[in-house]
């Protein structure tokens, strides 16, 4: 009879942990499984709207329900690749004046339009624009003291760049 109270009391036990586990999951499967259908709902709403180009994808923000319904686990100090630089072409005085910056040198050919660093590697347009922005290769024969190099201060980046323009190929 003593076995029969012990055997009878585990079972109820595990079984009724097992019903308490399975609920809770179901529970959490809903709740997540509902926030899945909107993020999904939104998604094709946006496809649709890319579809029938009555957008562009830099028109379409995400609504502020399914928006929170995640949480980002990137750090703090994380950026995004697509974030733009704080870029200024600076005049001769002000360069390297930060000493926690770098300096770096680029090499500008404007036959070629090309831009290389300094040992003559191609840097492609996207990572040139990140680092000096759009406009710093106008800005030749702006300074008197070099009328062949452009100096770019990069706050984002911390590095301040110095373009020199060359009329041969490296």
Not at 66 to 73: P, Q
Not at 115 to 129: A, E
Request: glycine fraction near 6%.
């Amino acid at each position: 009879m003593k076995h029969t109270w012990i055997v009878a009391f585990f079972g109820g036990a595990i079984f009724g942990g097992a019903i308490g586990t399975y609920a809770g999951a179901k529970i959490m499967y809903d709740r997540n499984h509902e926030a899945m259908e909107a993020v999904e709902k939104e998604l094709n709403d946006i496809i649709f709207k890319l579809k029938e180009n009555k957008e562009t994808a830099a028109d379409i923000t995400v609504s502020e329900e399914t928006s929170n319904e995640f949480v980002s686990y990137a750090p703090a100090e994380h950026t995004p690749a697509f974030k733009t630089s704080e870029v200024s072409v600076i005049p001769f005085d002000d360069f390297e004046t930060e000493p926690e910056f770098e300096s770096e040198v680029l090499f500008y050919y404007p036959e070629s339009g090309d831009v290389t660093d300094d040992q003559y590697i191609p840097i492609g347009k996207g990572k040139l624009k990140e680092m000096i922005g759009d406009d710093a290769l106008t800005h030749f024969d702006e300074y008197e003291e070099d009328p062949d190099c452009v100096r770019v201060r990069n706050d984002t980046l911390k590095t301040y760049y110095e373009i020199l323009r060359y009329y041969t190929s490296p």
